[in-house]
C-alpha cells in the first residue's frame, strides 16, 4: 500500500516533553503540551483526542483514546539546536551538525555600522528582547527618528521592526536583503533574517502580517528535492518557502495567520493532484509561546482542534494527513525561548483501523522524512528510519478485515 498524497502539518512549537539532552539546553523540565493543560484544565482538544494525542504522553484534559483514529508517537531531535529551520530541515532529512551563531548580547558593533552605512538609517536596540516588548521600548523613538529596530533571541536570528507609516514595506525588505547578504558567512552567519513590520500608537503597536523570512539555504539535499526532482508537486504552505529559501518547493502559497494556513491547506487538499502538502502554522509560536501565554496557545489549539474533521474529510484513501511540530515553545517555562523538546506526531488514513496503533518514539525528525521518500520511491536520505511498512500494515489489515466482512455478507 503506498499513498498518493502526503500532507504534512507543522504545529509550529507544539512540544509534547524534555528531550533527554533538554537540561543541556537550560530547558529541563518544559513541556509545552503537558504545562498548557495543566495551566488551562478547561482546554476542549476533542479531536486531537480521537486521533490519539492522549496516548502519546499524560495530558490532562486530553485523555487516552481507546480506538484511536491514527498512528500515534513522538520523535527526537537530533540536530544541535532547538530553532525553526534546524527542526524542519530535520523533519525533511537533513541533520544540523553546527548549532547556528547567536547573539545573546546583541550583534558585533563593526556589523551594525555596515549595516547603518548600506541602509542609510541609524539602529536602535540591538539585544535580545521579546518582539511586543522591544515595539514598547523603541517604537516611538522610531516614529521620530526613522531609525530601525533590531533584535535578537536566543535563536540564530536578526530580527528588523519597522513602523509601516515610517519606513515602507519596500525599504524595509531591502534592507533585510542586505542584512542577509551580511551574515550569509561567518565570522557573522545567522540562520534566520527576520522582517517585522507594524502599526498603532505608542502602547498600542501590533505586528501585522506582513512579516518576512530571510533564511539560509539548507547546505545539503532534503527529501523535498527528491520529491521535485522525481516530478512530484511539492506545494507549501505558510512559510515553509521561507525556510527551505524556496528550494525543492514546487509552488508555495504564503499565509497571514493560523486559520489562513488551515483553510489554504484544506483548499489544496479538495484537489485530486498527488506529491506533497507541506503546511506550518506559526500562531502557536509566534503569538503565544515566546509571548508565553498559556490560555492563548491554548484557545489556538482549540481553533486548529476545529478544523481536523474537516482536514480528515479531505483526507482520501490514497492520502496520508500528518500532524507533528518542530520543536517546543512552553508558554510557562522561563524566559522567552524555544524549548528542548519531543515532538508528537499523528498520521492518519481513513483506511486505517479504528485502533490504528503506535510508531513509537522515533530517534529522529528524519524518520519522517524517510517515511516520505519511502513511500514516493525517491532517493533515500543520509538519516532517518522509514516507518511506511507500519502504516501499510495498518491499511492492510483494514482492507482485509472489511473484504472478510463482504465475503461473509455474501454468503449470508
Not at 214 to 230: E, M, N, R, S, W
Not at 284 to 297: E, K, M, N, T, V
Not at 340 to 354: D, G, K, M, T
Request: include cysteine.
Amino acid at each position: 500500500m503506498r499513498f498518493e498524497r502526503i500532507t504534512v502539518i507543522v504545529l509550529d512549537s507544539v512540544g509534547i516533553g524534555e528531550l533527554p539532552d533538554a537540561a543541556a539546553f537550560g530547558d529541563e523540565g518544559s513541556h509545552t503540551l503537558g504545562h498548557i493543560c495543566e495551566r488551562v484544565p478547561e482546554i476542549r482538544l476533542p479531536n486531537l483526542q480521537k486521533l490519539g494525542l492522549g496516548n502519546i504522553a499524560n495530558l490532562q484534559a486530553v485523555p487516552a483514546a481507546e480506538q484511536p483514529l491514527a498512528a500515534y508517537g513522538k520523535m527526537a531531535e537530533v540536530s544541535v539546536g532547538k530553532d525553526t529551520m534546524t527542526g524542519h530541515w530535520e523533519l525533511m532529512g537533513l541533520k544540523v551538525e553546527s548549532p547556528f551563531q547567536v547573539y545573546p548580547n546583541g550583534f558585533p558593533a563593526e556589523l551594525i555600522e555596515i549595516f547603518e552605512a548600506k541602509t542609510g538609517r541609524k539602529v536602535v536596540g540591538n539585544k535580545p528582547a521579546s518582539g511586543t516588548d522591544i515595539l514598547d521600548e523603541y517604537g516611538e523613538e522610531q516614529l521620530q527618528t526613522g531609525a530601525w529596530i533590531v533584535y535578537t533571541s536566543a535563536d540564530s536570528v536578526m530580527q528588523i521592526a519597522a513602523h509601516e507609516d515610517a519606513i515602507p514595506l519596500e525599504e524595509l525588505f531591502r534592507a533585510c536583503e542586505i542584512a542577509r547578504e551580511l551574515t550569509l558567512h561567518d565570522p557573522y552567519m545567522v540562520g534566520r533574517i527576520i522582517a517585522r513590520p507594524y502599526v498603532g500608537r505608542p502602547g498600542a503597536f501590533e505586528r501585522t502580517p506582513n512579516r518576512h523570512d530571510y533564511a539560509l539555504q539548507p547546505f545539503g539535499a532534503t527529501v523535498l528535492d527528491h520529491l521535485k526532482q522525481g516530478g512530484y508537486e511539492v506545494r507549501s504552505v505558510g512559510k515553509i518557502n521561507d525556510i527551505f529559501t524556496g528550494i525543492g518547493i514546487t509552488k508555495s502559497y504564503p499565509t497571514k495567520s493560523n486559520l489562513d494556513g488551515i483553510r489554504t491547506t484544506i483548499d489544496l487538499m479538495k484537489e485530486s493532484s498527488g506529491g506533497l502538502i507541506f503546511a506550518n502554522l506559526v500562531d502557536f509560536d509566534s503569538l503565544y509561546g515566546h509571548r508565553r501565554d498559556p490560555l492563548g496557545y491554548a484557545a489556538c489549539l482549540e481553533e486548529f482542534d476545529h478544523y481536523i474533521p474537516e482536514l480528515m474529510r479531505h483526507t482520501g484513501n490514497g492520502d496520508l494527513l500528518v500532524i507533528t511540530a518542530d520543536h517546543g515553545n512552553d508558554p510557562t517555562y522561563l524566559g522567552t525561548d524555544h524549548t528542548r523538546e519531543y515532538v508528537p506526531i499523528l498520521i492518519y488514513n481513513p483506511r486505517f483501523s479504528e485502533a490504528a496503533g503506535s510508531i513509537g518514539i522515533r530517534n529522529t525528525f528524519a524518520d519522517l522524512a524517510a517515511t516520505i521518500a519511502d513511500n514516493f520511491g525517491v532517493a533515500e536520505l543520509a538519516i532517518g528510519t522509514s516507518f511506511l511498512d507500519r502504516l501499510t500494515a495498518i491499511g492492510d489489515d483494514r482492507t482485509a478485515a472489511e473484504a472478510r466482512g463482504n465475503s461473509k455478507a455474501t454468503r449470508s
